[in-house]
T-cell receptor, first 117, second 112 residues
Framework: DTGVSQNPRHKITKRGQNVTFRCDPI?????LYWYRQTLGQGPEFLTY????????KSRLLSDRFSAERPKGSFSTLEIQRTEQGDSAMYLC???????????????FGQGTRLTVV | AQSVTQLGSHVSVSEGALVLLRCNYS??????LFWYVQYPNQGLQLLLK??????LVKGINGFEAEFKKSETSFHLTKPSAHMSDAAEYFC??????????FGTGTRLLVSP
């Protein structure tokens, strides 16, 4: 296992187009998180899944954003009708609840950098 | 709500000098605390974590951090900076609500 994998690494899209990103977590991890990071800021939580259930969504996640994790393995994040303000790095992370949960660290992927032109 | 404050958006040190990156948290309940490092166009890599087992936490690459409840701080230190330490460092807290709250980050610059 080589860690959390995100595809694509970079995406340039025109305003108004839809984009979809994929995240493959570490195989034995049951929790998966999406974060958004804009320039000069720390990552901000968007949403998280435990297995296939989406348990929490940030108010940052407008109705143009949707995330799925259909079989409790990989996840997709779709942004519809992209806006220039959506330009950011989208980070995926995964963790395991084994051994307690709250103190176990999240492992991050390398991110997908989205540029909306 | 839990928040994390990192003082200093940029810290500059000379190679071989002490590194001190500051982090303060706000919470009535001591959270689980983490330091992550991010290299350009990369994801975040965990340096160390505090989980209440010990107040002085040792991490990778010679970094360590001390949890001080009275000061609500979790500052990151390294005795001797190396050029390869130049990166962005993020302090984060998990209060048990299943997500991390990050500070705004501190960029460490290391000069020869």
């Amino acid at each position: 296992d080589t860690g959390v994998s995100q595809n694509p690494r970079h995406k340039i899209t025109k305003r108004g187009q839809n984009v979809t990103f994929r995240c493959d977590p570490i195989s034995e991890h049951n929790r998966l998180y999406w974060y958004r990071q804009t320039l000069g800021q720390g990552p901000e939580f968007l949403t998280y899944f435990q297995n296939e259930a989406q348990l929490e969504k940030s108010r940052l996640l407008s109705d143009r954003f949707s995330a799925e994790r259909p079989k409790g393995s990989f996840s997709t994040l779709e942004i519809q009708r992209t806006e220039q303000g959506d330009s950011a790095m989208y980070l995926c992370a995964s963790s395991s609840t084994r051994g307690g949960g709250f103190s176990t660290e999240a492992f991050f992927g390398q991110g997908t950098r989205l540029t909306v032109v | 709500a839990q928040s994390v404050t990192q003082l200093g958006s940029h810290v500059s040190v000379s190679e071989g000098a002490l590194v001190l990156l500051r982090c303060n948290y706000s919470s009535s309940v001591p959270p689980y605390l983490f330091w992550y490092v991010q290299y350009p166009n990369q994801g975040l890599q965990l340096l160390l974590k505090y989980t209440s087992a010990a107040t002085l936490v040792k991490g990778i690459n010679g970094f360590e951090a001390e949890f001080k409840k009275s000061e609500t701080s979790f500052h990151l230190t390294k005795p001797s900076a190396h050029m390869s330490d130049a990166a962005e460092y993020f302090c984060a807290a998990n209060t048990g609500f299943q997500k991390l709250v990050f500070g705004t980050g501190t960029r460490l610059l290391v000069s020869p």
